[in-house]
Nanobody, 120 residues
Framework: QVQLVESGGGLVQPGGSLRLSCAAS????????MGWDRQAPGKQRELVAG???????NYADSVKGRFTISRDNAKNTVLLQMNSLKPEDTAVYHC??????????????WGQGTQVTVSS
């Protein structure tokens, strides 16, 4: 019922930047929280950043000061600006959303993921 479509991943050199975006669609009444997590081969899944409808944000310690999350509530879109990228940031990044459908039921959805590779 809710689809999340991510874009913006790619290959970048250390110290470079990328901007990820994720748009939610479907019978959505409201979205409470949107965010990003990531997973690299051989590593556990990690919460990267989240943002509430009111604009409150949280970040993993490993990305604080380098990544910035933002959202456009009207478009049900979340952005992740990634600066000063490190090889350790290489992973598949997934967006997620938590909210309420037009049927008044709660939902939680994840995107299919977008690859971010940081390498020289």
């Amino acid at each position: 019922q809710v689809q999340l479509v991510e874009s913006g991943g790619g290959l970048v050199q250390p110290g470079g930047s990328l901007r990820l975006s994720c748009a939610a669609s479907g019978s959505i009444f409201s979205i409470n929280v949107m965010g990003w997590d990531r997973q690299a081969p051989g590593k556990q899944r990690e919460l990267v950043a989240g943002i509430t409808s009111g604009g409150s944000t949280n970040y993993a310690d490993s990305v604080k000061g380098r990544f910035t999350i933002s959202r456009d509530n009207a478009k049900n879109t979340v952005l992740l600006q990634m600066n000063s990228l490190k090889p350790e940031d290489t992973a598949v990044y997934h967006c997620n959303a938590d909210g309420v459908l037009t049927t008044a039921s709660a939902f939680r959805s994840w995107g299919q993921g977008t690859q971010v590779t940081v390498s020289s």
